[in-house]
């Protein structure tokens, strides 16, 4: 089977790394996948395709010039005559635009496109029509979680049957005795202090303002608590500042972006994800590899990773009280917060594995190639 997969891609964020998965995985299972990026020249996407060619496959780039270039449509079923794919899989918006019209155009038996993030702007009525016309050439849609599913039906008006979901899935890293100490040695935090850790975009969807005030409350009874912000975003300068006038400054750590984040995960005591809303949640999943406890919102997906109670605790969103009071419990009982990351890293290995994600979509491949010919 011949499978190529289409994307935007202007940096290595949850979609990116999960094709990071997703792919290698599939061509383990003898599945001949390739990548096709469409690629802004402001903003090139190198290391995505390195650290794809490196896992071993390929991939080729395809500038796109904003989001209308009419340019890109013969290019692209150009290549996709080339390459004759049995499968089109496309991902995120702009993929689906082209990729799925240009698959069509293209002669290729079937598609398929991932639905990564319930974004604001598919409520949007033009956008929802552009977006039908589009999912007409789509066998099957791919959500990445129930709640995403819903959505696809509910806001974008697509026919039910063509859904399916298939969750993210990840690799537990091995576990070490020394690695907490060695990531805290890096930061620079000794090893009496109570950290607790964000990880991710520094944008309103991610909540770090509500994650704040909620600190200053357990700054209050925890004084040896400490507060990890790690990611970078159009709001670093507001968060900043929020966390000056709390009083925060010498507490919370703003350490911007870095490379492969969730290995600083050891050095956290807590893992905290306070988003407004999440499509999936990746995040979620790298912290219980690492055996953390998680205190999340009862947002969107998040729900369906974290078992409020036996590998975290859920808070209502926007609720820093009660996301305040759910550190402090879990900063004040370490049993109990190390019993949680425990189970926390049993359900990744048997409900997200890489392996299960590799072969529910392969499954779908197999489902949709079947009903097309």
């Keep these: ?21 997703l792919l290698p995985g599939l061509a383990q299972e003898g599945v001949e996948v390739r990548m096709i990026v469409l690629e802004d020249p402001c903003c090139p996407a190198a290391s995505f395709c390195h650290a794809l060619e490196e896992h ?28 004759q794919p049995d499968v089109v899989h496309t991902h995120l918006i702009h993929a689906d635009l082209y990729g799925l019209w240009s698959a069509a155009r293209a002669g290729v038996p079937a598609a398929v496109s991932s639905r990564h993030n319930d974004d604001a702007f598919r409520h949007n009525s ?5 977006n039908r016309w589009a999912m007409r050439y789509a066998d099957r ?55 607790v850790g964000v990880f991710g975009r520094l944008v309103r969807q991610k909540g770090i303002d509500v994650l704040l005030e909620a600190f200053a409350r357990v700054r209050a009874c925890c004084p040896m ?39 600083l995960m050891p050095a956290c005591d807590v893992v905290v994800v306070p988003s407004r809303w999440e499509g999936f949640g990746l995040v979620t999943l790298e912290a219980m590899g690492w055996s953390k406890p998680l205190v999340a919102s009862r947002v969107s997906a998040l729900p369906e990773i974290i078992l409020d109670g036996e590998t975290g605790l859920l808070v209502p969103p926007e609720d820093a009280y009660a996301l ?29 594995s890489v392996e299960k994600m ?11 190639l079947r009903t097309a010919g």
Excluded: N
């Excluded at 994307?7 to 998965?21: D, I, M, N, P, Q």
């Excluded at 390929?58 to 150009?78: A, M, N």
């Excluded at 590799?358 to 197999?366: G, Q, R």
């Design 1 to 21: 089977m011949r499978v190529v997969h289409i994307s935007k891609v202007t940096g290595v964020a949850g979609s990116e790394g999960h094709l990071l998965r």
């Design 56 to 83: 071993g496959v390929p991939v080729e780039t395809l500038p796109i010039h904003g989001h209308l270039d009419p340019l890109l449509l013969p290019q692209l079923v150009q290549k996709l005559r080339s390459l």
């Design 126 to 130: 033009m956008f929802k029509r552009v």
């Design 141 to 195: 849609v791919i959500a990445i979680s129930q709640v995403l599913a819903r959505f696809v039906v509910e806001v974008e008006d697509i026919d039910p049957a063509k859904i399916i979901t298939v969750h993210y899935g990840l690799e537990a890293p091995p576990l070490t005795p020394e690695a907490c100490e060695l990531a805290r040695a890096a930061l620079g935090y000794r090893s009496d202090v109570q950290l």
């Design 225 to 263: 608590a400490q507060l990890l912000i790690v990611g970078d975003g159009p709001l670093r300068s507001r968060l900043e500042r929020q966390s000056q006038v709390l009083g925060l400054g010498g507490v919370a750590k703003f350490i911007g972006w870095v490379d492969q984040a969730s290995r």
């Design 324 to 352: 305040a009071e759910a550190i402090q419990f879990l900063l004040a009982d370490s049993e109990r917060a190390v019993a949680m990351g425990r189970a926390g890293r049993e359900r990744l290995l048997k409900e997200f």
């Design 358 to 368: 590799v072969d529910a979509t392969l499954d779908v491949y197999i489902q949709t």
